[in-house]
């Protein structure tokens, strides 16, 4: 392995940078419960789950202060790992692992970096114990063995402020992708306004048919243009028809997959988290090389002279209709639930005039519009971000000298 080290890195074991610590809530202080999420780092349990997960007593949590890792022992192949930066310390659950960095070889925003990759790569899985039956632990004590190269501080902490930028250009994006969503959200309450005095019907009465997709498995990564692929329930989950989230289906397959998305159609998850279920987007376009899966269904409407498809894809989008579907969805799991044909279409929606329809379709459109181009620029800066990490992180792409000589001249300076 001496040779694939990058020039200038050297190669150390997790144990000669970093140490586990243990300290427990011995005194019963009144320190903030967290949870280690995959996406989203600590948060506090009582914002991340919808009642309390964890025990009254917390004299056995371990307490993680700013600048401490903790990785879900049990979850760390999943990703489930942070380093505390928002809270000035927590409570964490004596199921997780909490360490810090020991050497002033390394920063520490790099080493969650590297330790993120790692663990989502299965980097980590022969250290770890437990069959194919059962969840795999990772023990601090197996995980301070695992070797890995690093670079000199100066160039870590040079890696760090790049990806920085790109995470805080995708947090921006992100930010305004939820301001359109919300005011796409404002148009609909004309409907509201102007639905109150509005006839009522079912929606079996507006719609001519209501058409499934075919269960095939695939690969979950990006589509050549050769290539045919099939829907995921992600498809349209952001209240937005977003066709690249798919799976690649072979050719063997091709013969089983049936329904392509039409052009002024909606596409509607019969089957998600209760939270999710009933998700639906308009279709603008026909798409011939995807297909829906047996998850989502295609919504044609019987007369478009009198229903605006546009509007209607709003009105399922409100809350009151998600509410409503998610109450008529049913399943053995708690965490997939399914709507019926018969409970969907027995749905009842105020129906005001067409051009009243046709007005809150067109405002919405553009919201939608610009929201659509701030998705393809998200995707674009979440791709890139991501191979610029893989690069970096593993020195074959390596920055500018005078990018490393900033750090450098601040570590002088504070010395």
């Given at each position: 392995m001496q040779s694939s080290i990058p020039l200038g890195w050297q190669e150390l074991r997790i144990g000669q940078i970093a140490r586990e610590i243990s300290q427990r809530n011995r005194n019963s202080a009144d320190i903030p419960v967290l949870s280690v999420t995959k996406h989203n780092g600590f948060v506090r349990s009582s914002e991340y789950f919808t009642r309390s997960v964890h025990s009254d007593d917390t004299s056995n949590y371990k307490i993680v202060r700013k600048g401490q890792f903790a990785y879900a022992t049990i979850?760390?192949?999943?990703?489930?790992?942070?380093?505390?930066?928002?809270?000035e310390h927590g409570l964490i659950s004596p199921m997780y692992t909490v360490f810090e960095a020991s050497s002033a070889l390394v920063c520490s925003d790099y080493l969650?970096?590297?330790?993120?990759?790692?663990?989502?790569?299965?980097?980590?899985?022969?250290?770890?114990?437990?069959g194919v039956n059962r969840r795999k632990s990772i023990s601090f004590g197996?995980?301070?063995?695992?070797?890995?190269?690093?670079?000199?501080?100066?160039e870590q902490r040079a890696i760090v402020e790049v990806l920085g930028a790109m995470e805080e250009a995708i947090t921006k994006s992100e930010a305004?992708?939820?301001?359109?969503?919300?005011?796409?959200?404002?148009?609909?309450?004309?409907?509201?306004?102007?639905?109150?005095?509005?006839?009522?019907?079912?929606?079996?009465?507006?719609?001519?048919?209501?058409?499934a997709g075919v269960s095939v498995g695939g690969e979950a990564r990006g589509k050549y243009d050769h290539e045919f692929g099939v829907l995921r329930t992600s498809s349209v989950s952001s209240g937005i028809f977003l066709p690249d989230q798919l799976k690649v289906i072979s050719e063997d397959n091709l013969d089983r997959v049936a329904t392509n998305p039409k052009a002024d159609c909606i596409i509607i998850s019969r089957a998600n988290t209760p939270e999710l279920v009933g998700a639906s987007a308009y279709v603008r376009e026909n798409h011939n090389n995807v297909f829906l899966s047996d998850k989502l269904w295609q919504i044609d409407i019987r007369d478009r002279k009198s229903v605006n498809v546009r509007w209607l894809s709003l009105v399922l989008?409100?809350?009151?209709?998600?509410?409503?579907?998610?109450?008529?969805?049913?399943?053995?799991?708690?965490s997939m639930q399914n709507i019926s044909k018969s409970a969907?279409?027995?749905?009842?929606?105020?129906?005001?005039?067409?051009?009243?329809?046709?007005?809150?379709?067109?405002?919405?459109?553009?919201?939608?519009?610009?929201?659509?181009?701030?998705?393809?620029?998200?995707?674009a800066l979440k791709s890139t971000r991501a191979a610029l990490a893989q690069e970096l992180l593993s020195g074959r792409l390596r920055l500018p000298e005078s990018m490393i000589a900033r750090h450098r001249e601040k570590s002088e300076r504070a010395a």
């Open positions: 979850h760390l192949d999943e990703g489930s790992i942070a380093l505390l930066k928002d809270f969650f970096l590297c330790l993120k990759r790692f663990a989502l790569s299965g980097r980590f899985d022969p250290y770890s114990n437990g197996d995980l301070k063995a695992f070797r890995f190269a690093l670079p000199p501080l100066t305004l992708i939820g301001e359109l969503s919300a005011g796409k959200g404002h148009i609909l309450k004309l409907y509201e306004a102007e639905s109150a005095s509005a006839p009522k019907m079912k929606l079996r009465s507006m719609v001519k048919s209501l058409t989008g409100t809350p009151r209709m998600r509410k409503m579907m998610s109450v008529r969805a049913n399943g053995t799991s708690s969907f279409l027995g749905l009842e929606v105020s129906v005001p005039a067409i051009k009243v329809q046709n007005a809150i379709a067109d405002a919405a459109d553009v919201f939608e519009t610009r929201q659509l181009q701030e998705q393809s620029y998200l995707n």
